[in-house]
């Protein structure tokens, strides 16, 4: 699966590893080209756009159903929140594994 960005008239592909459809992509507000996904394969991913032969950064697996909604923080940089059929939400860093 890919998907095609066109930034600042650039057009990037972004090979997605997901097993199933995308449900959210969504730009950070703090690096024009950090973006994160959430899909239907229980994952969400941090991707860097500029470098897309390796733009896949991080992938979090702990939801245990669809992960449908995801967001940035507009405060702390770094930090995205995920929400999922599985009635939970996590709080991610983007620099540490931490929840």
């Known amino acids: 699966m890919q998907i095609c960005l066109q930034l600042y008239h650039q057009l990037h592909v972004c090979p997605f590893g997901c097993r199933y459809a995308v449900r959210k992509v969504v730009f950070s507000p703090h690096a024009e080209t950090i973006l994160a996904s959430c899909s239907y394969d229980m994952t969400v991913r941090l991707w860097d756009i500029a470098a897309p032969e390796d733009s896949q950064l991080r992938v979090w697996d702990h939801h245990t159903e669809f992960a ?14 995920s929400t999922g059929w599985d ?13």
């Open 68 to 81: 449908v909604g995801l967001d940035f923080s507009s405060l702390s940089e770094g930090m995205l929140a």
């Open 87 to 99: 009635e939970m939400t996590y709080f991610w860093n983007q620099r540490e594994n931490a929840r």
